[in-house]
């Protein structure tokens, strides 16, 4: 049996969450697969309740679960950054989730803001390193709130962190089957020790892919021809902060953050799954956002898990419903989340 920890968390993460949950249910029933749901008070609220964010009697728990599935986190009354470390940094980095997986794939009857690109032009995966570079927390200030204030972020790179994520990105590819193609996204003619670091790694372990075809980008080019030419792209690889950037363009051209799903991998340990969007407070409540990525997280937990048939059955679901204008990617009228996380759960059902 499956044991899966589910923290809805902030403003609208208890809603898409829920309707993820329902998704889930009829997949687990119509698959045959047996699984326990362990919820967890983890959030904004009981932050400004209790002080505590995670236990570590609950890193504890959560360190044996299955899998981690995440609603949203943000609270209007919690200073930025202090959830977002508390929780998702804290959970990615001590359970050593050092790959964060974006597909970016435009489905039918999803409205893209580029001109003439289709379903069939943007079909791509971001693979993000999760656990170094700029998040890695090193850094200090000095003579605060001064005129000669100092403040320093230093982004680490390890050989071992850069090559495993590299070899997780080819063998991605390799899997993926569709044109064999992976770019290396970095900035190495102007961070030049750091990215100089991934570009040969890059090659090393590439000359191990002969199958594969190699190439590389600049950040700030990729941006362009992800507009341009998104269907250049097969597989990305790149470090945690041009991940970040580039995952939420990748997001808009796929239709907005309401289609955006990830996961936060470790492949030998428990790993997490999440909607890309935020909690959007102001949203909270009213039942008109979209829980299609949502949805789409749990169906990537269940293909982690190696429900792979179950996983695909969700995202077969979430295709019919865009393509025949059952369910909108974006946000809607109130009771639209609902009626939404119906309509896939029907479709599961069959």
Not at 69 to 94: M, S, T
Not at 197 to 204: D, S
């Given at each position: 049996m499956y044991r899966i920890a589910s923290l809805p968390c902030d403003g609208i993460g208890p809603e898409v969450t829920a309707e993820a949950m329902k998704v889930l249910d009829v997949a687990a029933s119509k698959f045959d697969i047996d699984y326990e749901i362990v919820d967890y008070e983890i959030g904004g609220d009981r932050y400004l309740r209790t002080?505590?964010?995670?236990?570590?009697?609950?890193?504890?728990?959560?360190?044996?679960?299955?899998?981690?599935?995440?609603?949203?986190?943000?609270?209007?009354?919690?200073?930025?950054?202090?959830?977002?470390?508390?929780?998702?940094?804290?959970?990615?980095?001590?359970?050593?989730?050092?790959i964060n997986l974006r597909p970016v794939k435009l489905y039918p009857g999803v409205p893209c803001p580029l001109r003439d690109k289709g379903p069939e032009d943007i079909d791509f995966i971001v693979v993000r390193e999760n656990t170094e570079g700029l998040y890695a927390g090193v850094g200090g200030s000095l003579k605060t709130d001064t005129p000669d204030e100092v403040a320093t972020q230093t982004a680490i790179y390890t050989r071992k962190g850069t090559e495993r994520i590299i070899r997780y990105a080819m063998e991605l590819c390799r899997k993926r089957g569709k044109n064999n193609s992976i770019h290396c996204v970095d900035k190495a003619n102007v961070l030049t020790h750091g990215h100089d670091l991934w570009r040969r790694t890059f090659a090393q372990v590439g000359a191990e892919y002969?199958?594969?075809?190699?190439?590389?980008?600049?950040?700030?080019?990729?941006?362009?021809?992800?507009?341009?030419?998104?269907?250049?792209?097969?597989?990305?690889?790149?470090?945690?902060?041009?991940?970040?950037?580039?995952?939420?363009?990748?997001?808009?051209?796929?239709?907005?953050?309401?289609?955006?799903?990830?996961?936060?991998?470790?492949?030998?340990?428990?790993?997490?799954?999440?909607?890309?969007?935020?909690?959007?407070p102001r949203h909270a409540g009213k039942g008109k956002v979209s829980p299609l990525a949502a949805i789409c997280a749990a169906g990537m937990m269940l293909e982690h898990l190696g429900q792979v048939e179950a996983g695909k059955a969700i995202e077969?679901?979430?295709?019919?419903?865009?393509?025949?204008?059952?369910?909108?990617?974006?946000?809607?009228?109130?009771?639209?989340?609902?009626?939404?996380?119906?309509?896939?759960?029907?479709?599961?059902?069959?």
């Amino acid at each position: 049996m499956y044991r899966i920890a589910s923290l809805p968390c902030d403003g609208i993460g208890p809603e898409v969450t829920a309707e993820a949950m329902k998704v889930l249910d009829v997949a687990a029933s119509k698959f045959d697969i047996d699984y326990e749901i362990v919820d967890y008070e983890i959030g904004g609220d009981r932050y400004l309740r209790t002080g505590d964010i995670i236990t570590d009697a609950e890193m504890d728990e959560l360190s044996k679960m299955d899998a981690i599935y995440l609603g949203a986190v943000g609270h209007n009354d919690v200073k930025p950054g202090i959830l977002e470390h508390g929780i998702l940094l804290r959970l990615r980095f001590e359970f050593d989730q050092y790959i964060n997986l974006r597909p970016v794939k435009l489905y039918p009857g999803v409205p893209c803001p580029l001109r003439d690109k289709g379903p069939e032009d943007i079909d791509f995966i971001v693979v993000r390193e999760n656990t170094e570079g700029l998040y890695a927390g090193v850094g200090g200030s000095l003579k605060t709130d001064t005129p000669d204030e100092v403040a320093t972020q230093t982004a680490i790179y390890t050989r071992k962190g850069t090559e495993r994520i590299i070899r997780y990105a080819m063998e991605l590819c390799r899997k993926r089957g569709k044109n064999n193609s992976i770019h290396c996204v970095d900035k190495a003619n102007v961070l030049t020790h750091g990215h100089d670091l991934w570009r040969r790694t890059f090659a090393q372990v590439g000359a191990e892919y002969e199958d594969l075809t190699k190439d590389y980008a600049f950040v700030d080019a990729c941006c362009m021809w992800f507009v341009k030419n998104p269907e250049w792209f097969d597989v990305i690889v790149t470090c945690n902060m041009f991940g970040d950037i580039i995952t939420d363009l990748g997001a808009m051209i796929q239709g907005g953050m309401g289609v955006a799903a990830s996961g936060n991998i470790n492949p030998e340990g428990v790993s997490m799954f999440e909607p890309i969007h935020g909690s959007a407070p102001r949203h909270a409540g009213k039942g008109k956002v979209s829980p299609l990525a949502a949805i789409c997280a749990a169906g990537m937990m269940l293909e982690h898990l190696g429900q792979v048939e179950a996983g695909k059955a969700i995202e077969d679901a979430v295709i019919q419903a865009l393509g025949q204008g059952q369910v909108k990617a974006v946000t809607g009228d109130e009771g639209e989340t609902q009626k939404a996380g119906d309509i896939i759960a029907a479709l599961v059902a069959g």
